[in-house]
T-cell receptor, first 108, second 115 residues
Framework: KNEVEQSPQNLTAQEGEFITINCSYS?????LHWLQQHPGGGIVSLFM???GKKKHGRLIATINIQEKHSSLHITASHPRDSAVYIC??????????FGTGTLLAVQP | NAGVTQTPKFQVLKTGQSMTLQCAQDMNHEYMSWYRQDPGMGLRLIHYSVGAGITDQGEVPNGYNVSRSTTEDFPLRLLSAAPSQTSVYFC??????????????FGSGTQLSVL
């Protein structure tokens, strides 16, 4: 079993829909990262969080340390949100463990 | 600031050839790392460095060498390319220590094919 599991693996939504991507992990962590990768593009850091909730524009990330679970929400989704969203967790070492990503397609 | 600059963007090698992937950052980050990204798998750490002159192995180091002579540069060398090294490679950097709690900055990636 992978130490970081994301669901769903693939997600198709209509423009304007509210989207949720989930990340569960089995190891102790000090922080969790959400990253975005556009097709053929580089990887961009969206959030780093260790507790609670963070918001940036239409993106909201939450984490529940006790349940070892995080969610990334996208409100009023837009085709430009189409990308792979990657969850990564970091513990006491300098190494991150990455999930396999969620491929999101937002159709107009 | 340019951020993390990674070159080349694409490369095709024949089995047995050697090459170096370049990575440079201008943010004075102590921590630099190389990852490979394969279909159906998460990013996997190849090698990392926490400062000039200090490198260490990650999850999948075999077949790769690194060095860190300056804070800015962290090249990745493939000594004798194999088809199993066909992948997309990313360089990343961040502040250190407590790297797990720092924002990670990625290069634009190198798509490598080994024939």
């Amino acid at each position: 079993k992978n130490e970081v599991e994301q669901s769903p693996q693939n997600l198709t939504a209509q423009e304007g829909e509210f989207i949720t991507i989930n990340c569960s992990y089995s190891v102790g962590i000090s922080a969790l990262h959400w990253l975005q990768q556009h097709p053929g593009g580089g990887i961009v850091s969206l959030f780093m969080l260790s507790s609670g909730k963070k918001k940036h524009g239409r993106l909201i990330a939450t984490i529940n340390i006790q349940e070892k679970h995080s969610s990334l929400h996208i409100t009023a989704s837009h085709p430009r949100d189409s990308a792979v969203y990657i969850c990564a967790v970091g513990g006491a070492t300098n190494k991150l463990i990455f999930g396999t990503g969620t491929l999101l397609a937002v159709q107009p | 600031n340019a951020g993390v600059t990674q070159t080349p963007k694409f490369q095709v090698l024949k089995t047995g050839q050697s090459m170096t992937l370049q990575c440079a950052q201008d943010m004075n980050h102590e921590y630099m790392s190389w990852y490979r990204q394969d279909p159906g798998m998460g990013l996997r750490l190849i090698h990392y460095s926490v400062g000039a002159g200090i490198t260490d192995q990650g999850e999948v180091p075999n077949g790769y060498n690194v060095s860190r002579s300056t804070t800015e540069d962290f090249p990745l060398r493939l000594l004798s390319a194999a088809p199993s090294q066909t992948s997309v490679y990313f360089c990343a950097s961040s502040y250190f220590p407590r790297t797990a709690r720092e924002k990670l900055f990625f290069g634009s990636g190198t798509q490598l094919s080994v024939l």
